[in-house]
């Protein structure tokens, strides 16, 4: 296991953020932590770098223990939202810096060798000599990233690095930093906000509500088996209903006056709130007043907005929820 969180809690003051939390990470995997503003996500990684430290528990890395070892001396590194580059310094000597300042003094040579094969990598070696400003915002990360990785950490971690892109970078983006971590064997935690990135990025994904993790698994596995309304709402598309989850997919809807209220297939009324276009299909997002939750259906028929309906199993679909 490359790394481990024991039982591990974060306080500050009388305030918990996290409590005894636990989570194993294997050798050269990603792993993707999804969860509301201010669930504490950030002060994991911040805790897991050593730039806070736990208020309990403990944390291994490679089997050690690093629950009280300095920030520089954990195989850690933790990257941001904001690439955070030296302005007037080159991209190489941003890029060779920890080398130069680290704890191990790197000599010249072997600092420009180093560098430039990093930046090959990066596809960035016709850039050695510009500076960050001279840079998108892509590349701009992508300088952030291999700076990260010069130390050779065993751990890297990811918060929230491609929010600061625009959309269609940062779906382009993401593949391939995956990809570049995969190819490199590196281990990440990767913090987003965003469901679908967690699902490319991520081999496990962690959902992180309530000062705990609701739930930690391949992706595709909790999006269609949530164990709790928390997760559903937060990783999944569909409604908890009597205790058991009924993904989106196996439901649609009609007019509620098209149908029998008393009709066994008759799971749950509700009232369109507005209808959306995505890759050229229409979705309507459904209000569901009465168990307090929403769900958004793939429709080809015409809704309008208030339209009450009533939502219903598909036919031919059997379900043990
Ligand atoms: N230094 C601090 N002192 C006191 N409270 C803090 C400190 N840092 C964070 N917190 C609190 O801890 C909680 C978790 O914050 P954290 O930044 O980890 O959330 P997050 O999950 O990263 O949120 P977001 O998704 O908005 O980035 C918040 O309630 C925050 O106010
Ligand atoms: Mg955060």
Redesign the pocket.
Known sequence: MLMQLMNVSKR?GE?E?FHRINMNVEQGSIVSLV?P????????LRSIAGLSSFTDGQLLIQGEDMTTVKAEHRPVVLMFQQPLLFPHFTILENITYGLKYGKDKVKKDERIRRGMALLEKVDLEAYADRYPNQLSGGQQQRVSLARALILNPALILLD?PFSSLDPELRVSIRTWVRDFLKQEGVTALF?T?DREEAMVMGDQVAVMKGGTFQQIGVPEEVYRNPENREVAEMFSEGIFLHGGFIPAGDVQMEKEHDQRTNDPAVLEGGRVKYAMMKYGLQFYFVDLPDIRQSIVLHDDRTFYDGDRVVLVRKKGRVTDA
Do not use: N, R, Y
């Open positions: 500050f305030t953020v969860g503003s201010g669930c504490g996500k950030s002060t994991l929230e913090v906000h």
